[in-house]
């Protein structure tokens, strides 16, 4: 049975998501944190210590959005994902992207270098640039919304997935979201309202 190295908050939930959205059986792993001192049978999996790391038969598997987009493919019937030369496969890429690589990096570092640390660790200046950083890149995202529901093919997948993972940071963590246009807040509203999501935040 697949077998997610799960730690909530973590990225992790974006795997929990989608195996609960496609009904794919699987099991967690609870993580003994911080794995580099308490957990040597993670590192041996994952030595950067990242989270998640699946476990699918022979394979071990990093990084969340990949992680996702092969159990959609091998165990989903491609469900949640779009394929070359399908309508909207590039801004379903798009979008899929965006939310690691472009909306997630100046959240993580506002929790790195904010409030994440002790007050004498935090550095302002790192904070106030991220924190102007990601609200350009809500207006991004504010703009590719205007007038859909979803991010892509006019359907719920995995970019929303990417995405919507963020803005549950940023909202139900972080409590960042007074910054969210009205598109935004709406979609944010509809994502996390998705039972499968509710499942996936509530396993340990
Ligand atoms: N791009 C990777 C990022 C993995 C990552 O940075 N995970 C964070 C948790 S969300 C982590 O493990 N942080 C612990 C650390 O930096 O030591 C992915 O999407 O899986």
Redesign the pocket.
């Given at each position: 049975m697949i077998e997610v190295c799960h730690l909530p908050p973590?990225?992790s939930i974006r795997v929990v998501w989608i195996l609960e959205e496609l009904g794919i059986p699987y099991k967690t792993r609870a993580i003994k944190f911080p794995p580099q001192i308490n957990d040597p049978e993670y590192i041996a999996l994952n030595p950067a210590?990242?989270?998640?790391t699946v476990i699918d038969g022979e394979e071990v598997l990093?990084?969340?959005?990949s992680i996702c987009d092969h159990l959609a493919r091998k165990h989903g019937g491609n469900a949640l994902v779009i394929n070359p030369g399908e309508d909207d496969y590039r801004i379903y890429q798009q979008w899929l992207f965006f939310g690691?690589a472009t909306l997630g990096v100046p959240l993580a570092n506002v929790m790195r270098y904010g409030a994440g640390r002790p007050s004498e660790e935090q550095v302002p200046r790192v904070v106030s640039d991220a924190l102007t950083a990601f609200s350009a890149r809500l207006a991004m995202l504010e703009k590719g919304l205007t007038g859909s529901d979803y991010l892509a093919g006019g359907r719920f997948t995995l970019a929303d997935i990417s995405v919507g993972y963020v803005l549950w940071l940023t909202k139900a963590m972080f409590h960042l979201d007074d910054g969210f246009g009205d598109q935004t807040a709406k979609y944010t509203d509809r994502i996390l309202a998705r039972p499968a999501l509710g499942r996936a935040l509530a396993k340990q």
């Amino acid at each position: 049975m697949i077998e997610v190295c799960h730690l909530p908050p973590s990225r992790s939930i974006r795997v929990v998501w989608i195996l609960e959205e496609l009904g794919i059986p699987y099991k967690t792993r609870a993580i003994k944190f911080p794995p580099q001192i308490n957990d040597p049978e993670y590192i041996a999996l994952n030595p950067a210590g990242l989270f998640p790391t699946v476990i699918d038969g022979e394979e071990v598997l990093t990084e969340s959005l990949s992680i996702c987009d092969h159990l959609a493919r091998k165990h989903g019937g491609n469900a949640l994902v779009i394929n070359p030369g399908e309508d909207d496969y590039r801004i379903y890429q798009q979008w899929l992207f965006f939310g690691e690589a472009t909306l997630g990096v100046p959240l993580a570092n506002v929790m790195r270098y904010g409030a994440g640390r002790p007050s004498e660790e935090q550095v302002p200046r790192v904070v106030s640039d991220a924190l102007t950083a990601f609200s350009a890149r809500l207006a991004m995202l504010e703009k590719g919304l205007t007038g859909s529901d979803y991010l892509a093919g006019g359907r719920f997948t995995l970019a929303d997935i990417s995405v919507g993972y963020v803005l549950w940071l940023t909202k139900a963590m972080f409590h960042l979201d007074d910054g969210f246009g009205d598109q935004t807040a709406k979609y944010t509203d509809r994502i996390l309202a998705r039972p499968a999501l509710g499942r996936a935040l509530a396993k340990q």
